[in-house]
C-alpha cells in the first residue's frame, strides 16, 4: 500500500516539475497554457490520489477526490477563459520566425 | 513515510515560487492570470499535505475545497472583464 502511494505521488511530483518548467521556458501565453492547463492538472491529480490512497476508506478521502473532480474540471475551465480572452483582445499567438534557428 | 510527506511539501512550495516568477515578469496580463492559477492549485495541494502531516486532514480539505470553488469564480470574473473592457 505504501509503495502504491509512494510511486503514484512521485509519479506526480514529475508532472509538476514538467509543468514548472514548461511555465519558464514557453515562449508565449498560448504555449504556457498547455503547461498549466494538461500537465499542471495530470500532476495535481495524481499526488491528490496518491494522498486519497494514504488515508484509506474515510470521509476525508471522499473528500480529496471530491477536490480533485473539481480541479479536473475547473483547471481547463480557467485555461480555456483566459485564452478567450487574451485572442479576443487582439494578441498574436506565437509563430516561428523565419531565418531564427527553432 | 513523515520524512516523505515533508519533502513533498517543500518540493511544492518551491514549485510555487516558479510560478510566482511568471506572475511577477509576465510580459502579459494573461501570464499573471495564468501564474496566479498556479499559484492557486499549489494552495490547495499545500493544504492538503499540510493536513496529512498534521493528521487532521478533515479540517485542511474544507478549506481547500473552499480555495478550489473561489479560485474558479476570481479567475473567471477577471478573464470576463479583461474580455469586455477590450484591448489592455
Same mark, same amino acid.
Given at each position: ?16 516539475? $514538467?509543468?514548472?518548467? $514548461? ?10 497554457? @498547455? ?7 495530470? $500532476? ?51 509563430? @516561428?520566425?523565419? $531565418?531564427?534557428?527553432? | ?12 512550495? /518551491? ?15 494573461? #501570464? ?25 486532514? #478533515?479540517?485542511?480539505? #474544507? ?11 476570481? /479567475?473567471? /470574473? ?11
Amino acid at each position: 500500500m505504501s509503495i502504491v502511494v509512494i510511486l503514484l505521488i512521485l509519479s506526480g511530483l514529475f508532472f509538476l516539475v $514538467g509543468a514548472a518548467i $514548461g511555465m519558464v521556458r514557453l515562449p508565449d501565453v498560448f504555449t504556457r497554457a @498547455h503547461a498549466l492547463g494538461l500537465t499542471d492538472t495530470l $500532476g495535481l491529480t495524481l499526488v491528490l490520489f496518491g494522498v486519497a490512497c494514504y488515508q484509506g476508506f474515510t470521509l476525508s478521502a471522499v473528500k480529496t477526490v471530491l477536490i480533485l473532480v473539481l480541479l479536473c474540471l475547473f483547471n481547463p475551465v480557467i485555461t480555456h477563459v483566459g485564452l478567450r480572452a487574451a485572442l479576443r483582445t487582439g494578441l498574436q499567438p506565437w509563430t @516561428h520566425e523565419e $531565418g531564427e534557428g527553432a | 513515510m513523515q520524512i516523505f510527506f515533508v519533502a513533498v511539501l517543500l518540493t511544492t512550495v /518551491a514549485l510555487a515560487l516558479v510560478y510566482l516568477f511568471r506572475m511577477v515578469f509576465g510580459p502579459t496580463l494573461f #501570464d499573471r492570470l495564468l501564474g496566479l492559477n498556479g499559484i492557486s492549485n499549489k494552495a490547495i495541494l499545500i493544504l492538503v499535505l499540510i493536513g496529512t502531516l498534521y493528521e487532521r486532514l #478533515d479540517v485542511f480539505v #474544507d478549506i481547500s475545497v473552499g480555495y478550489a470553488l473561489l479560485n474558479l469564480v476570481g /479567475a473567471v /470574473a477577471v478573464a470576463k472583464y479583461l474580455e469586455m473592457k477590450g484591448m489592455p
